[in-house]
């Protein structure tokens, strides 16, 4: 590893410290991930975007980004990398945000498609599916089968990657206003989360 590289990798982990005081970098050792992918990994997590990830990680133009950053992506050891951020993310979130968002978000995390769907494809009709699933969907959608003229019902459903998204939003919020160690995400900032998470949606 280049110097360069070490000092980059320092700084990602300082980065990550920040708001996973926790964090312990030898955690990716084993899925051989250099200190870029690292910083393409967290950057990945944040914004689920992986063009923009591989910007800030490569310092690379939008076409080449645009290339290479979902195949990047999709590598098995990025994904690897990833699932270690998220469940640290989570482990952390467990410990220090308030109880109220973290039940919400643990149903997004459980989050069964089946809970949704048949297991032939078809979706069950809303009045089927419990109340507590039904305000975790967040668009309903009909289409017409031109051949036999019949409907097609279809749901969007929260996506997993954008719940560490908003966690790592919240601890950076948590990291950056904490004045004691017991301080937490204040009432109004949960709510406006908790809202996102939902779409504002009441039920």
Request: one cysteine or more; a negative charge.
């Amino acid at each position: 590893m280049t110097s360069e590289d070490k000092e980059l990798q320092a700084q990602i982990t300082k980065d990550i410290q920040e708001i996973i005081p926790e964090h312990n970098p030898e955690m990716f050792k084993g899925i051989h991930v250099t200190p870029q992918e690292i910083l393409f990994c967290y950057n990945f997590v944040e914004s689920n975007d992986a063009v923009e990830s591989y910007k800030r990680a490569y310092g690379c133009d939008h076409k080449m980004a645009l290339s290479k950053g979902r195949t990047l992506a999709n590598k098995s050891n990025i994904v690897e990398a990833c699932k270690i951020l998220r469940d640290e993310i989570w482990e952390r979130a467990q410990s220090v945000l308030p109880l109220k968002l973290l039940q919400g978000i643990q149903e997004i995390q459980d989050l069964d498609v089946l809970d949704y769907y048949e297991a032939d494809g078809r979706a069950r009709m809303l009045d089927s599916i419990p109340q507590a699933k039904r305000r975790l969907i967040e668009n309903v959608s009909f289409t017409v089968n031109n051949k036999t003229g019949g409907v097609i019902l279809s749901y969007t459903l929260p996506s997993k990657n954008k719940v560490s998204a908003l966690l790592m939003e919240l601890l950076k919020i948590r990291a950056e206003t904490t004045k004691g160690a017991e301080d937490t995400v204040n009432d109004a900032e949960t709510r406006r989360m908790v809202e996102s998470i939902f779409g504002g949606k009441k039920e």
